[in-house]
């Protein structure tokens, strides 16, 4: 059932015209030099050409394709923009990549019931777009959000800086239209309560793995009447942590918190020149607070105490909309601008309980030194979810498996802390190797039960999230296939 014809033996030209009769011959890319584009994702340290790139613009088309697929047993990956940071949109070898970029239609808008109909391929930030000029707003938003497809979010359950108060993806998705690893298509629902099983729950954070979402249902949020941004920063990060903790302890959940490290401060102002971050403090927080008016003012007191009685050295207040968007800009933009001061930087996305923050923070830093690498942190601290940004150089020999040696040990700091080895940007071929740190073999089992479920002759994203070889699922499914045998499900 899992044998794959081998590359050298399968002939791509009848397959390329079946394609081509699918979705026309500008639906369909095979010169090397255009594959190149699709090679990597948003880490782009592991590369791996596929051997052929599909356009397709509906959920027929899709669904031919992966028909195709199946037939031919013609591995398969999902791609969207490609900003995924963990390896997930990474083709694997002799596959089809199969890209969103033109399922790029808002399907519907329904204000009454709050709900948005789209292609995976619309851009995370176009949702907010079509709606804000009549007071809603989409409230998961990566940083990444000009460039990222709401396929993507889904597939890796991403958050961003709204997500402590409203919740990431997962929270706004309310039903999917799936095209399945057979071809088959299926609708989760589009309505706040579903009977049966929860299949859009399941769904979310799946990586590509369970099939490829086609059409996907959110749910729109009212705008708050009023929104605040407080800036407060200090001389000792360890006081900006215990901030963090204190807000939440009083009750307040800001609609966002975050943390950046001077380095962070830094590089951004060397970058962006946002000009509002103060260079020689050691941690900035920005907390957004909103709501209503009457509550957004009561909080922003609540807060200001807090900030000063851990030693904050100045608080800045900003109302009004182009003070607040210059502060999250510089927040936001801070990976791309570790780009532009470090030949290439390794991003990770590790979660630790809040009260660890400053701790964990210093053994990171010291992990640093003891490897002879600079880490920028920049973190989603009101949900505890760390990004230590490694600056390295992947022209010198041997730093890259340097640089993943100290990842991996941050990743494993983060879960003896109590945490774990993703707080959004998923597990993909980057951290299967660490999921054994986190979950039990029989954890692992029922997780690739599932999957095979769905995907059973694994051809939907192979390779990604679980540890291969010896803790591999294809060797733990085989043996849960023989218990189930005679249940007709395979
Ligand atoms: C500068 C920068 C900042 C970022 N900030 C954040 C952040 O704040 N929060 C956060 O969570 N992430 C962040 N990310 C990571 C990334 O943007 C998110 O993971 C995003 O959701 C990926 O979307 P994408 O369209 O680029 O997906 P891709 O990278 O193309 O794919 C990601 C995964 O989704 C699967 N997939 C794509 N489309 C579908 C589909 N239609 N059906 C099924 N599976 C599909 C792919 O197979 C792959 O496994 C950031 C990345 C960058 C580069």
């Given at each position: 059932m899992f044998?794959?014809?081998?590359?050298?033996?399968?002939?791509?030209?009848?397959?390329?015209?079946?394609?081509?009769?699918?979705?026309?011959?500008?639906?369909?890319?095979?010169?090397?030099?255009?594959?190149?584009?699709?090679?990597?994702?948003?880490?782009?340290v592991y590369r791996q050409k596929p051997a052929i790139v599909v356009l397709p613009r509906t959920t027929e088309e899709v669904s031919e394709i992966i028909k195709l697929c199946d037939r031919q047993e013609i591995p398969w990956v999902a791609r969207g923009a490609g900003t995924g940071l963990s390896g997930g949109a990474l083709p694997v070898e002799n596959c089809i990549l199969i890209v969103t970029a033109r399922m790029n239609r808002i399907l519907s808008i329904d204000y009454d019931n709050q709900r948005i109909v789209v292609q995976p391929g619309?851009?995370?930030?176009?949702?907010?777009?079509?709606?804000?000029?009549?007071?809603?707003?989409?409230?998961?938003?990566?940083?990444?959000?000009?460039?990222c497809s709401i396929g993507g979010n889904i597939a890796e359950n991403s958050g961003g800086v709204h997500c402590l108060k409203y919740g990431a993806t997962t929270n706004h998705v309310l039903g999917l239209?799936?095209?399945?690893?057979?071809?088959?298509?299926?609708?989760?629902?589009?309505?706040?309560?579903?009977?049966?099983?929860?299949?859009?729950?399941?769904?979310?954070?799946?990586?590509?793995?369970?099939?490829?979402?086609?059409?996907?249902?959110?749910?729109?949020?009212?705008?708050?009447?009023?929104?605040?941004?407080?800036?407060?920063?200090?001389?000792?990060?360890?006081?900006a942590g215990?901030?963090?903790?204190?807000?939440?302890?009083?009750?307040?959940?800001?609609?966002?918190l975050e943390i950046m490290d001077n380095l962070a401060i830094n590089i951004v102002e060397e970058v962006m020149n946002i000009g509002c971050y103060p260079r020689d403090a050691e941690a900035i927080l920005l907390i957004e607070l909103d709501g209503m008016p009457i509550e957004v003012e009561k909080n922003k007191e609540k807060v200001a105490e807090i900030c000063n009685k851990n030693g904050a050295r100045n608080l800045t207040f900003a109302n009004d909309p182009d003070t607040r968007l210059k502060l999250w800009k510089g927040r936001k933009a801070t990976f791309g601008a570790a780009g532009k001061m470090s030949p290439d930087y390794f991003v990770q996305d590790g979660v630790i309980p809040r009260?660890?923050?400053?701790?964990?923070?210093?053994?990171?830093?010291?992990?640093?030194?003891?490897?002879?690498?600079?880490?920028?942190?920049?973190?989603?601290?009101?949900?505890?979810?760390?990004h230590p940004v490694i600056l390295f150089d992947n022209n010198i020999p041997g730093d890259l498996e340097k640089v993943?040696?100290?990842?991996?040990?941050?990743?494993?700091?983060?879960?003896?802390?109590?945490?774990?080895?993703?707080?959004?940007?998923?597990?993909?071929?980057?951290?299967?190797c660490y999921m054994s740190d986190m979950f039990t073999e029989t954890d692992l089992e029922t997780m690739q039960y599932i999957r095979s479920i769905f995907n059973p002759k694994q051809l939907a994203n192979?390779?990604?999230?679980?540890?291969t070889p010896r803790t591999c699922g294809e060797t733990s499914n085989t043996f849960k296939k023989e218990q189930f045998k005679d249940m007709e499900l395979f």
């Open positions: 044998t794959q014809i081998k590359p050298e033996t399968r002939n791509w030209k009848p397959i390329i015209q079946e394609l081509e009769q699918i979705l026309g011959k500008n639906g369909v890319i095979r010169r090397k030099e255009e594959l190149l584009t699709y090679e990597c994702d948003g880490l782009p619309v851009i995370n930030n176009w949702v907010t777009q079509a709606v804000s000029g009549s007071g809603f707003f989409y409230a998961p938003d990566p940083s990444s959000q000009t460039v239209k799936i095209v399945l690893p057979d071809g088959s298509i299926i609708d989760t629902g589009g309505i706040p309560e579903m009977p049966g099983y929860d299949l859009t729950g399941l769904f979310v954070g799946s990586e590509g793995t369970l099939g490829l979402a086609t059409e996907i249902t959110l749910k729109i949020l009212k705008t708050p009447e009023k929104i605040c941004v407080v800036l407060a920063d200090f001389t000792n990060i360890e006081n215990s901030t963090v903790t204190d807000i939440i302890q009083a009750g307040i959940i800001p609609a966002g009260t660890q923050l400053a701790p964990v923070l210093k053994q990171i830093n010291r992990l640093g030194v003891e490897y002879g690498y600079k880490i920028v942190n920049v973190f989603h601290a009101g949900d505890g979810n760390l993943e040696a100290l990842g991996g040990e941050i990743l494993k700091l983060c879960v003896k802390a109590g945490g774990s080895i993703s707080g959004e940007h998923g597990i993909g071929s980057d951290k299967k192979p390779s990604k999230i679980f540890p």
